[in-house]
């Protein structure tokens, strides 16, 4: 071969390589993750600085590698055809097309990707100084591009959607659960932290019908009944009736102040803190803080006493139950020998549906409340209900109150008729 013909073949040889360089660079950005760029950068790696600074600009980047990519695969055919026609003569060019196919997909495309997607972040940033000088020397070009996307977009125009990262964390919770990065108590926690702010007050409220109360006409040994009876170090002092809180009564303050010789108790219960029952839980957090207390008053839409929450309760949603020395142990659900289960009526009925797999298409909030939903009457003990996948039997009441329901799933069809 002549001098010409082997420069050409490098020539071929440096545009097959670049063209790996190019395909493993969109892959790397593309399945890099941003995070832990950012915590290697934060433990002094400089180069991962630059890759997160690349990985930020993705539209610019990815014209850049695009325009590169296309670049030296268009390049590397012309000179492969130049070749193989001196070769070969008339047969050149299709035998050039066959050659550079397979070239490229094996060496430019396939397998730099493949090990790109291995090890995205190594990779990131092992070519982001080359790609921060591609970018600049490319820059016309990459000017161009943005106006043709400017154009497209309004040509085009696209649909919004909405954020999808809450559930990207929710998979990468799963993920790493089963990938044994984490443990089932800390996938759990994580996932209550990212559900924490879509919650209303009203899913995690005690009812005012379940609320131990105080009436602001009651003596001090009144009080300290009730303080004794129930355990509670806050109780809530209404005005002739639970619609209408004007205090709360501190156990703690009550005590001091009895012993000083008080002998009203208007005289020692605090301002109530009221909140609109569709007030977000993340906003109750902050209410709780800035008010320093920790019971709020929840009210309806009318004004009137919805029930109380406490900043136990809060908690609870992030950590789960919490029970001290003197909390007697209530489960929600008991499961049966023959495959039902005892529901506590005032669970939350989306819990109950979600744990035996079904859509919760319903208003109530509660189980109870579902009973009478589907029933359309007030629920009696014995009765029974039904949905498409969901059988129960109310087998508790509290006067008109339901309070527990047995409730199983329904059978398929081809399994009932086996």
């Excluded at 071969?1 to 063209?19: D, G, K, P, Q, R």
């Excluded at 695009?66 to 070769?87: D, E, K, P, Q």
Aim: hydrophobic share 45%; glycine share 6%; with cysteine.
């Amino acid at each position: 071969m002549t001098s010409t013909m082997w420069i050409l073949l490098a020539a071929l040889l440096v545009c097959v390589a670049l063209s790996a360089f190019f395909s493993s660079s969109e892959t790397a950005y593309s399945a890099v993750s941003k995070v832990r760029l950012k915590t290697l950068y934060t433990d002094g790696n400089k180069r991962a600085k630059l890759a997160v600074d690349l990985a930020e600009d993705y539209d610019r980047l990815l014209t850049t590698i695009l325009v590169g990519n296309n670049i030296v695969n268009i390049a590397g055919t012309s000179i492969a055809t130049v070749l193989f026609t001196a070769w070969v003569g008339n047969y050149g060019a299709t035998l050039s097309t066959v050659v550079m196919t397979i070239l490229i997909l094996i060496f430019g495309e396939v397998s730099p990707k493949a090990l790109a997607k291995e090890s995205p972040e190594r990779v990131a940033m092992a070519v982001a100084p080359w790609l921060k000088l591609l970018i600049r020397l490319l820059q016309p070009i990459n000017a161009l591009f943005t106006l043709w996307r400017k154009l497209l977009s309004k040509v085009f125009k696209p649909q919004e959607d909405d954020s999808r990262i809450e559930a990207e964390l929710m998979t990468m919770v799963d993920e790493a659960q089963n990938e044994g990065d984490m443990d089932a108590h800390e996938g759990e926690l994580i996932r209550s932290a990212i559900e924490f702010n879509d919650q209303d007050v009203i899913s995690i409220l005690t009812p005012r019908v379940d609320v131990t109360a105080l009436e602001d006409t009651a003596t001090m040994e009144d009080a300290a009944n009730i303080f004794r009876e129930s355990g509670f170090s806050r109780i809530p002092v209404y005005h002739e009736d639970m619609d209408h809180v004007v205090g709360i009564l501190h156990e703690k303050d009550f005590y001091v102040l009895q012993h000083a010789g008080c002998h009203d108790i208007k005289q020692i219960m605090a301002a109530p803190v009221m909140a609109p029952s569709t007030l977000k839980i993340s906003k109750l957090l902050k209410l709780f803080q800035s008010t320093k207390t920790h019971m709020v008053i929840v009210l309806d839409e009318f004004g009137g006493t919805e029930g109380i929450v406490t900043m136990e309760d809060v908690l609870e949603e992030l950590v789960g139950e919490i029970y001290d020395e003197h909390d007697i142990i209530n489960q929600d659900v008991i499961p049966l020998e023959d495959g039902s289960c005892l529901v506590d009526g005032g669970m939350q009925l989306s819990e109950l549906l979600e744990s035996l797999h079904v859509e919760d298409t319903f208003e109530a909030d509660t189980v109870g409340g579902w009973a009478a939903e589907v029933l359309g009457c007030i629920p009696t003990v014995s009765a029974k209900f039904e949905t498409e996948e969901v059988c129960g039997q109310v087998t508790q009441m509290d006067k008109r109150r339901v309070t527990q329901v047995r409730v199983w799933k329904k059978q398929p069809a081809a399994a009932a008729e086996a």
